[in-house]
């Protein structure tokens, strides 16, 4: 008895010249006929199949991948897209389903990983996404949104442990399963106090915003817990006075901005405690002298605009592209 040979699927374009020659030809077209509504005609074009009325797309639509695999399906009303339409790999494993009105998403919409596992699954009202699930190649949920409870929330794709989520205005994120951030939201702003916490559970940052922009006093702390600044914002830039603290609470450096520029006179201290620098800041042009933690004189110099000359304990100048601010 002689085995039945079964058709072997051709790769797109080769199907797509088959069936150009076959229509230049005159042959009838391979794929399946679609049954079109009352008054309409079927048009045929390479792998693509569809029913117009006046030249306008209406009823069934069917693109191909090949003669033995569709690609996409679904149906015209009055030249736009609406019902269910669905779409498939070339393996023939089911890609996406959406059901739509008038153009518009409306109804359920899924997407489908290669492998078959579910990628993502959305509730859209009248072109406006209401809802979703977003899923990894291997069915871990990574994300989820929904409006009408106004939450938002991310897992770690590869552990599942929670990272971030939304409730309303609060808004909390967690690093390894400890939380490392609180907040609030208006919309996409930042608004309120925020802080934030180390890997090790310690307060490290806090302070105010408005309207998405850091504004009024802002503080920082080290991870022994001692403050490690404290200054203000306005419209996200320093303004007034700042303090800077080593770790232990000591002064580590003491001065004034302008426009989120450094002005007037900064000084900075050793851990020791002893003095380590006196600088004058104003228009890109500042003298300053430092100190080395014994009080020994470490250099002195002027900055203008990026260039430093400076002199060094033995009196040699210098003169190099540097930097006018440099940290403390």
Known sequence: MNARIQPRPLPFLAAATLLGALAARGTPSPLPPLACPAGTRLHVFDL???CQRGGVDEGPFERWWDPWQRAEAGTHVQGRRSGRWLSWYPSGVL???SDLEVGEPHGERAR???NGVLASRERHLR????ACEAFTEEGRLWWRLDRRQRLEAHWDPASGTLRSLRRGRSFRAWDGGRLVETGEYVGATKVGTWSRWSRRGVLVGKGPFVEGQREGVWETWHEDGSLASRGAFRCDVETGTWRFFHPGGRPAALGAYYNGRKHGRWLA???NGRLRRVASHGDDVGAWTE???GGRLAGRGVADEGW???LGPRGVRELTLGDVDPPL
């Open 48 to 50: 693509t199949q569809w």
């Open 95 to 97: 890609a996406g389903r």
């Open 112 to 114: 489908w990983w290669p």
């Open 127 to 130: 072109g406006e996404r209401v």
């Open 269 to 271: 201290w050793h851990e």
């Open 291 to 293: 100190w080395g933690p």
């Open 308 to 310: 430093e000359e400076r």
